[in-house]
């Protein structure tokens, strides 16, 4: 294909058919090439280029690099140049306070804050959008809506037409593009949007598109004619939970929340409703688990999450009449006039709410209660005055309100403007919350059932692997069906058949996969007839925003957690101390006076500094990968995103290191891969950062460039690809600072000389930035991973030994047999395990003897205990001492119930003695005795009330302790009248 180049005024340039498209889901679309020419080119910013039927644009000045005289030779002049898809409109559009059809009420200004949905969201791009294109270069958003099965412009959906499932959310843009806050959409609120940009369309909470052509669905399939040469499954690590430690935010949380005398902890989070059930055990259940055949199959994976968006509220609720009571009913007039010396003549106004089902006078705290304004002309907070119910003749009763808030006007120094005034007031309908107060008991477990809801969608998320998958196609396949090569683009759901890898079943019996095309990458060369395609497919895509990388640094303190990345603190501290190091070169003197830099002794060198590297490769990385591979005779290198820790360089310019530590940081957002045709040549792999923002792209070139010789660029040199020895190219990496100074070394990595960052797992390394230790290889080494917890031995026997050399202990890394104790303990091959000299054993065949055989287990005869039994340490617990033959259950130091037997020449039997206690005065108030075949009841003062005695057929009560006369007795009562002893049967 021949790539024809114009300049703004449609005059044709150049043309050429080496050039590569890129398209990312979410992300940049973009076409580059290097031209070659005998002359320099003229194409400046806005010159374009036509790739299907879409106009592609210059944005900034191509590089140019200039090897001869002008018109010696046809590839004097070679210029780098990038085309960028009309998406950038949306990047050249700020994200201004503006709302569809409300622009006078809004501030305008380019930091501002509002809740809202993901409609509201796209209803203030779109009011953005069109006050910059008109016209035929309208941009549309198009979402899903009620009673449609197209999606609709934004602009026609009202409140009850949205059916996506958005929750409220704060939104708080500052200095944003319109692409960026659209990037929002799926880093805030979780949806996928794509951009027609030939047709000028952006489709927002809507499927990605099947991948057909005139409605036939396409299907990719390994093997010659089928469509796909190669098919790679990449399963991102460390990232799948089983096991989900979960927690609400502390809003609205009262302090004595879930507090009860046995359970007697502070608990600051709102927890799940498991939590509040369990809280009678000595640890409640604060996690999920996954279901049943995961924890199969992954293992217990545990992880954790914060909701912090989730507290008690009466966002969403109604009252008894389905009135919506977290919006306002009415508002009362409000005075805005201001005296002559400045005073506002009314300093406070009235709303009036619906039923909020409890009286917020009870609820208050020490702090504040405010009432937070979410959607309308004044979201701002307002403190509560004064909360009163209305009456019947009140106003706004009839209405449903049952409430009336007085509220103080916003009259803050930050504000600079005073609310509500003039047109900027809240109205019937706006929604609000209400802060700093307490919950009633039913808002808080509604909160808790909402974060057990939630929850459980992020497990069920992150409870299976994140897949993706590159794939090469067969361009032979997309030349002879070119309907499909045009149709072919990012975000569309692709269907792969693959009996081996793929995750789901099709009615045939075969296996498939469906993943959404995350990247797409055309690579088009002169001496080649046909395009080559590789294509990345992704489970979940996430958005990219463009000139800013807010969103992906905002994320690195997560990163730390999960892929080993430095964290801000780290990195603060690497930027200092490479700049003091720096700095400690100049101040460096020699002490002794014999250094002679002319003529250095042959056998050493004495010095107080010294430095290895340099300035600009002053840089660490954060999940990148680099792999030199062969294909089809062909070397070519591929280089994966990710980010660099610069501590020397910064962008956005200054003579002064800014304070700001992610200004240190660029993000490389695409990956990219190039073919390395020159077999003898070195290729120079350098992150070609921008210097006026935090973005950042690879360039891989044979040329030795400075790293500041572009005025828009820093070139900053990574690695080194080694020509072709004996059929495979090596990569080194040459970033990072050493410096030696004293006695103390400073550094990133120290590796061994036979390391190698293969499947082979050879060598041995030391990380010293990320805490990570490589010893030996996957057969006999060593890992220590601190930021990823993970500490493990390949193959490795382990033994110590004492300081007489006598060997104490010992585990076989090929058997796992163990010995602790110098021989007392040993582990078994077979799995027996005897610990202690044989004092405690525990068998293959699961039985056990503990303690020289007073503990005793076996699958027949089950668990036989000799020797004293407690059930717990401290307040309630169950005793069997052996010694005193008893059973007793205590009550902290109180005896309830007590169990022993006696023995002698003419019985045996039982004694057993129960005691009620009186709490107040922790003294006995009655006791029963029953031995052998007596009972006898004792009150307090342990004088005897009864007794029944078997041996002598006799029964004895306390006469003097029975009431006299029927009239004192209960219904069939034994009572005393006179000296007489009578029963009283009830019989009226």
Known sequence: MLLKIYNPSGKLVTATQDFSYSGAAMGEKTISSTLLSAQKLNLPPNSYAEFRGEKYLVRNEPSIKRTSATGIRGDAFQTSIVFTSKQYELVDCDFMDYVLNDDMYYTGMDSFSFYGDVYDLCRRIQANLDGQYSGAERWVILMPCKGYDDPQPVTNIGWGDRILESETLQISPSNENCWNALTRSNSDFGFFFYLDTAKKLIYVGVEYPEFRVENELITFEYGKGNGLYEIQRDVEANTVITKLRVKGSDRNIDRNYLRNESFPRFTQNLQLPVFRDTRHQARPTDYLLANQNLIDYFGVRPGSKTFDDIYPSIEGMVDANNNPIDT????????????????????????????????????????????????????????????????SADPHYADGCRWKFRLEKDVTSSANYILPSGNVKPKKGDKFVLLYILMPESYVTGAEERLEEAAQKYLDENSRSKISYTVNLDEIYLANRPIVARALKEAISMRIVDNELGDMEADDGSFYTVKSVQNLVITYKAEQQIPSYQITLAEKIISNPINRIENEIGNIAENVQNNGSQNTVNRRNGIRNSRNLRALRDKIFDTDGYFDPENIRP?????????????????????????????????????????????????????????????????INDAASQELSENDKDYYIYVKAERSTGLAEWFVSTDKLQYDFDKDYYYLLLGVIYPVQEDRRDISLVNGMAYISGGAIYGDVIKSINYVDDDSNEGSMYDLNNGKVRLGNKFKGLLIDIVNKVFLLFGVTLEFKNANDELVSKIDGDTGAAMFGKGANTFSENGDVSLSGGVHKFNADKSMDLAGGNILYDLLNGLRLMGKFESNKDGNCIVIDPVTRSLRMLHGDLVIFELDFFVNDSFAGPRMKFYLYNMQTGKIHTSVYIDGGAIKIQKSDNKVFFIADAYQSKIWIDAESLPQGRDNAYPREVYMDGETLKVFRYTD
């Not at 005296?339 to 917020?360: A, C, H, P, R, T």
């Not at 590297?613 to 280089?639: C, H, P, Q, W």
């Open 328 to 391: 306002i009913g009415g508002v009362e007039d409000i005075d805005d006039t201001i005296k002559e010396n400045g005073d506002l003549v009314q300093s406070y106004f009235y709303v009036y709410l619906y039923d909020l089902g409890f009286d917020i006078n009870e609820y208050l705290t020490s702090e504040d209660a405010t009432l937070s304004m979410k959607t309308g002309y004044c979201v701002t907070n307002f403190k509560i005055v004064e909360a009163s119910p209305l009456s």
């Open 603 to 667: 056998n050493s060198i004495e010095t107080g500094y010294l430095a290895v590297g340099a300035k600009s490769r002053d840089f660490t990385t954060n999940k990148i990968s680099m792999k030199a591979y062969k294909e089809d005779d062909v070397f070519k290198v591929s280089l994966s995103t990710g980010y660099i820790n610069h501590r020397a360089l910064w962008w956005g310019g200054g003579d002064e290191a800014p304070a700001d530590v992610d200004k240190f940081t660029w993000g």
